[in-house]
């Protein structure tokens, strides 16, 4: 087994020997990726995933680097540095160069392996993405989360569809069917739904699958052909549902070592028109599996329980196989290698037992010359042949049946039937059906040891003596001519061995290996008594040629006879052409379509044919030289038939050129659109991501505005609330000061009133004492009352004398003052003394009273008198400036 180291390389060669795959594990090679750095670490693949062609794969690991391996070219390519996990990969787009890859950020992006640029970015996720599924054509692709499935196109690279979901339900698995329009989603809760991929119509749904054998399905692998479904999961049962009668049609219990299934896959076959019947399983030992649907047998089975398999992908022709190991390594692994103890041919059904020494019986007795139609036999006793009639009855039988049928289910009579009725095998089922005929084995191994062997010796100026102008043809003719050589050394020094193998080199150049064995087959069975007079051409063979000739038209026999033409000239070189040199193509592959269904003397019969129905020329022919002129000019034929196959072809090769072209400006332009819509696309993608974050500065500025004016209306309530505190405070201490005031003042009061409580116990005591003095100062009292009485009623008359005076001289501002007494008639108004004299004797108290008031009067007729003086003094000189202005009184 071969290892290699991708280190820090970005290219390079994948083995350096060429691969040898052992049957016991079938490893091509073994892929780790190991850092040198200073600290070394290996980097483990996560995902593998094939091409269409199955001959190159991508594989990514946990860092982000994506790798193309090319297995045809023996070359590895470092694509891409994603800087994160990759989840999932597809390498089966429309356009052969880009790839999908799920990244650990929950987007997908598209690269191109060529150009190793992005192509494309798709969000929409938002959870890892563990599938991706791309439809048969290339433009669609499912990519599928736990939570969700979304439908894209991969032309534009836009989402089409959304699958929305539950969150009791999750989802397993959502893909497409091979071959079809359908899409198939498989959920948590062991439903399955089939839709239809433009409309997204519900097709329909599987039932439940029964009690007895119910698994919570986690993994599905549908056939190439897409009609039957493979589902597990915790369990060594498998379920095989037939999708188009929609019932599960077989449960397979795998062996007691298995316990959970963690993947699935269908082994494809190139001739079983994609009904595989070869599923491998992965179980949870690490194991993968491969087992026969049909007869529910392990086939073989790949990793180990010290190198277990963590996840595989199989090539789309079923030639390889990629695993990742547990220990995060790459395996690719050779599935002819693998199936090669499986596709050994049976042991011969005739079996002849040797009798014993003591028998009589001679050699020459017991041989059996096998005829067509007759089998000859000793001669034997009666008993003896009465049992051997029931042998051969029996044997018989039970041999043509066997030997009637072919591989691939097909009949040899049936075969004849057909091709006695149409004349020719159709055209697009003429391989298949050569194959089953001739039974090839399809030996890989035995053909790459010869391949590997290199060009012979004696084909190494091979286009020196056939000069084909095709430089893929004569490659292939010169590498499979020298694996015949040294296959068997003979064909090394065999001059007609590239004549007998160019027509089926020009055939099946495409594929080597059916070349190479078609052409063995061929020299096995019909030319195997060619070399029993090597190097001089089998004259066993002409001579068989002309005795039948001979039975079949002596007339033509005899005319060579007599001219001395031999069965060398005109039967030996039909031979060692295999007629590809008087025949087209089209009755070429007729000819051995009636070759490879018949005995191998239908081969000698054809060239006896082919003289007779040449007879007539050839009669007309009287000299060897004619013959050779015959010959020769066959030759001239055939030559210039060639050179205008080729003038043909080469016309037909300058229109597919121009059509070519055509279609690669077509394609160019094509994609020149794709492209346009893709940076359109991504354009589009731009402005909404820009609009995202303008929308999202704008909501982040408003929310700091908010955010700015949400403070300044707290600052504003804080100052609100300090002031309102401040004047409540204020209010409080006003209110406080207030109380106090007032509290002082009634305690002033209360003191106040306590004073005067005082006081006027003490001003009682002495009113107690005065009183007596009151009554000593009565007399003097009562003369002062009396000359009160008379001061005041004077007063009032002198005021008013003054008052009438003031209101005369207001009303004659101008009139010379008068004298205030006019008569004695005035003097009546006097109070007379006699009057004041007269006056009862009072009590003290009221005497008192009287002169406290007397008192009170003489003040305030004091005060008159003064506002009477001054009113008068106003009014006077008044009156003085109107008598001086007379001109403002007239005015």
Known sequence: MQSTDLGNKESGKIWHRKPSPATRDGIIVNIIHNTSDYHPKVLRFLNVAFDGTGDCLIAGDHQGNIYVFDLHGNRFNLVQRTAQACTALAFNLRRKSEFLVALADYSIKCFDTVTKELVSWMRGHES?????SVHASGKYAITTSSDTAQLWDLDTFQRKRKLNIRQSVGIQKVFFLPLSNTILSCFKDNSIFAWECDTLFCKYQLPAPPESSSILYKVFAVTRDGRILAAGGKSNHLHLWCLEARQLFRIIQM????????????????????????????????????INMQTCKLLFEIGSLDEGISSSAISPHGRYIASIMENGSLNIYSVQALTQEINKPPPPLVKVIEDLPKNKLSSSD?????????????????????????LKQDLTGDFESKKNELPDGLNKKRLQILLKGYGEYPTKYRMFIWRSLLQLPEN???????????????????????????????????????????????????????????????????????????????????????????????????????????????????????????SQLYAWPLLETVFSEVLTREEWLKLFDNIFSNHPSFLLMTVVAYNICS???????????????????????????????????????????????????????????????????VKRELKVKEMHLQDAARRR?????????????????????????????????????????????????????????????????????????????????????????????????????????????????????????????????????????????????????????????????????????????????RARHRCQTPHLLAA
């Open 128 to 132: 890892s993405v563990f599938s991706i």
């Open 255 to 290: 062996p007691t070592k298995v316990r959970a299934i963690r993947h699935l896959e269908f082994l494809p076959d190139s001739f079983d028109a994609g009904s595989n019947q070869v599923l491998g399983v992965l179980s949870q030992d690490g194991i993968m599996r491969f």
């Open 366 to 390: 017991l041989k059996m010359k096998v005829t067509s139609g007759r089998v000859q036999q000793p001669a034997k006793s009666r008993e003896s042949k009465m049992q051997t009639r029931i």
């Open 444 to 566: 890989h191994t035995a053909f790459s040891t010869l391949i590997d062997k290199g060009t012979h010796v004696a084909f190494l100026n091979l286009q020196k003596k056939y000069p084909i102008k095709s430089r893929k043809l004569l490659r292939v003719l010169q590498r499979t001519l020298s694996a015949l050589a040294h296959w068997s050394v003979i064909f090394s020094d065999t001059p007609y061995l590239p004549l007998l193998a160019f027509p089926f080199v020009k055939l099946f150049q495409n594929n080597q290996l059916i070349c190479f064995e078609v052409i063995a087959t061929l020299i096995i069975n019909w030319c195997q008594h060619w070399f029993e007079y090597f190097p001089n051409p089998p004259i066993n063979i002409l001579s068989m040629i002309e005795n039948v000739l001979a039975f079949h038209d002596k007339e033509l026999l005899q005319h060579f006879i007599d001219h001395d033409i031999t």
């Open 615 to 681: 007879r007539t020329p050839l009669l007309s022919c009287n000299l060897k030289d004619d013959f050779e002129t015959v010959e020769d000019m066959q030759a001239k034929v055939d030559q210039q038939r060639v050179e205008d196959e080729a003038w043909y072809q080469k016309q037909e090769l300058l229109r597919k050129a121009e059509e070519t072209r055509r279609e690669m400006l077509l394609q160019e332009e094509e994609k020149m659109i794709q492209q346009r819509q893709r940076l359109a696309a």
């Open 701 to 877: 500025f408003l929310k700091l505005q908010q955010d700015q004016q949400e403070m300044e209306l707290r600052r504003l309530d804080d100052e609100i609330g300090r002031k309102n505190l401040t004047e409540n405070q204020e209010a409080l201490a006003k209110e406080m000061r207030a109380d106090a005031d007032a509290y002082r003042r009634k305690v002033d009061l209360e003191e106040h009133m306590f004073h005067k409580l005082i006081e006027a116990g003490e001003t009682q005591s002495q009113k107690t004492q005065k009183w007596k003095e009151a009554e000593g100062k009565e007399f003097r009292l009562r003369s002062a009352k009396k000359a009160s009485a008379l001061s005041d009623a004077s007063r009032k008359w002198f005021l008013k004398q003054e008052i009438n005076a003031a209101v005369e001289h207001a009303e004659n501002p101008c009139h010379k003052e008068e004298p205030r007494f006019q008569n004695e008639q005035d003097s009546s108004c006097l109070p007379r003394t006699s009057q004041l004299n007269d006056s009862s004797e009072m009590d003290p108290s009221t005497q008192i009273s009287l002169n406290r008031r007397a008192v009170e009067w003489d003040t305030t007729g004091q005060n008159l008198i003064k506002k009477v003086r001054n009113l008068r003094q106003r009014l006077t000189a």
